[in-house]
């Protein structure tokens, strides 16, 4: 069975610095994608990243950047230049590279705080 | 704007009183998901259709049911609420056809039972 783990319940930072979070995974699976969901306060989840485990250059999105390390099964999410919107929680989540349906399996979230 | 729509956004019901939980979608995707997500804790699939193709995850309990009469509707029914139900519950949709079969979320409604 495919477990997420993100080590980091809850994390809080200055307006305008970096912070990563972690999230370390589980599987037998050779190929897959791994992502980055933020779900804002009342507000619907949405993607933020998403990196193919067979690729070895990490995903970029703006100020959202991943480290994959594959062998460590080690994803985490460095957020440059936080922003108050960054605020929300955030989810790391794993699906296997299979034909159909997206099977997500997530990680228990972090709570990201972005103070003024 | 395409959307995957969820109503009620609150529900509140009775402990064993049937209540149905409603999403639509404009996005004409062919997967569509339930997840259950308790308060602080992840997603938790409940169930997928693809297309018509009801697919259950092993644990999910028979208290909850889905019906999805075409493609744009989907329903979870809950039979007999317990206490234990209260949570928010997600819709999400994919398309196979689409690039890493990325799923959109609905913002989700929120159940409590009394």
């Known amino acids: 069975a495919q477990t997420v783990t993100q080590s980091q319940p809850e994390m809080s930072v200055q307006e305008a610095e970096t912070v990563t979070l972690s999230c370390t995974y589980d599987t037998s699976e050779n190929n897959y994608y791994l992502f980055w969901y933020k779900q804002p306060p009342s507000r619907q989840m949405i993607l933020v990243i998403r990196?193919?485990?067979?690729?070895?250059q990490n995903a970029t999105e703006n100020r959202f950047s991943v480290n994959f390390q594959k062998a460590a099964k080690s994803f985490s999410l460095k957020i440059s230049d936080s922003q108050l919107g960054d605020t929300a929680m955030y989810f790391c989540?794993?699906?296997?590279?299979?034909?159909?349906?997206?099977?997500?399996?997530f990680g228990q979230g972090t709570r990201l705080t972005i103070n003024p | 704007d395409a959307m995957v729509i969820q109503n009620p956004r609150y529900q509140v019901t009775q402990f064993g009183k049937p209540v149905t939980l409603s999403c639509s979608q404009t996005l004409n995707h062919n997967v569509m998901y339930w997840y259950q997500q308790k308060s602080s804790q992840a997603p938790k699939l409940l169930f997928h259709y693809y297309d018509k193709d009801f697919n259950n995850e092993a644990d999910t309990p028979d208290n909850f049911q889905s019906r999805r009469p075409n493609t744009s509707f989907c329903f979870l029914d809950i039979r007999s609420p317990g206490l234990g139900d209260a949570a928010m519950y997600l819709c999400?949709?994919?398309?196979?056809?689409?690039?890493?079969?990325?799923?959109?979320f609905g913002p989700g409604t929120r159940l409590t039972v009394l």
């Open positions: 989540a794993f699906t296997p590279l299979i034909q159909g349906a997206q099977k997500l399996v």
């Open positions: 990196q193919e485990a067979y690729k070895q």
């Open positions: 999400a949709t994919s398309s196979v056809s689409l690039p890493y079969n990325e799923q959109f």
